[in-house]
């Protein structure tokens, strides 16, 4: 299992030109490093300033590849590689309805908006009403006033706006809740990290016509789900 090293907070002093050349410069690694295939993917994060959505002690490391914590119980903002580690085999393309389980800063959910594009659907759900707060205010500065924000328990899904094409889950859970398969639609794919024992698989799922269709990506480390089908760690 991996574990990080969090540094320091500090007063955050980088100006907007060295962001723009960190984010740059991240995009070019998560390439190289086979993370990062798709066009789309590509510009999304190169457009989202991820820094706008890490808390202030932390801003200046906002390209590094370590999660930091976000207000809230047990919040975090994800490493950088996450995002297309989940949305490369999602395959989350143009047009999508895609639902989020877990908001965390939002920036998850900013990236998702930029791949879909203005034909397609971002829902994004977080439990947590301290989290949840933190994340409006950074999507609502960085100018997103297009996603479906939610403050509930997302292993119930959002089915007001189902069936959804891709569903990303940013919390470990024993197993998928039953309401997030139902709410995907057929040909849909859901990715979600598993837990197995001390360690977490990331799963992919895809759902079709004669039943769901299971495989497994790499080992990952996330916050354990709350809510109904939460995972007691
Ligand atoms: C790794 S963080 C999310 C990272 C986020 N996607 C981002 O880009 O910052 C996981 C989030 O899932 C939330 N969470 C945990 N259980 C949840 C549930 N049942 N429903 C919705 N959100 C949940 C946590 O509060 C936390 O904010």
């Known amino acids: 299992m991996q574990a990080w090293i969090i ?3 500090k007063e955050p002093v980088k100006s907007r030109e060295e962001f723009r050349k960190e984010r740059e410069d991240k995009v070019k690694w998560l390439i190289r490093d086979g993370y990062l295939r798709s066009r789309r993917i590509k510009n999304a994060l190169l457009r989202v300033s991820r820094e706008d959505f890490v808390p202030a ?3 200046d490391y906002a390209y590094i590849e370590v999660p930091f914590p976000l207000p809230g119980e047990r919040a975090t903002i994800s490493c950088p590689h996450s995002y297309p580690l989940f949305y490369e085999p999602l395959g989350l393309d143009k047009g999508h309805r895609f639902l989020e389980v877990g908001l965390g800063s939002g920036y998850g ?3 998702a908006r930029e ?3 203005p034909e397609g659907l971002v829902v994004s759900i977080e439990i947590d009403p301290i989290t949840f707060d933190f994340s409006k205010e950074n999507l609502e500065n ?3 006033k297009d ?3 939610v403050n509930r328990d997302g292993g119930l899904g959002y089915p007001e706006m189902s069936p959804y094409d891709r569903i990303s889950m940013t919390a470990a859970c024993i197993d998928v809740p039953p309401p997030l398969i139902e709410q995907l639609g057929i040909g849909g794919r859901l990715i979600s990290p598993i837990i197995r024992g001390e360690d977490q698989d990331l799963v992919l799922l895809e759902k079709t016509k004669k039943g769901v269709r299971r495989r497994v990506i790499c080992k990952v480390l996330y916050v354990p ?3 109904r089908y939460g995972a007691s760690t």
Do not use: E
């Open 57 to 59: 002690p932390y801003r």
């Open 115 to 117: 791949v879909v594009g």
């Open 147 to 149: 996603i479906l924000l």
């Open 7 to 9: 540094p320091p907070p």
């Open 109 to 111: 959910a900013a990236v």
């Open 142 to 144: 960085a100018g997103y």
């Open 225 to 227: 789900l709350r809510g």
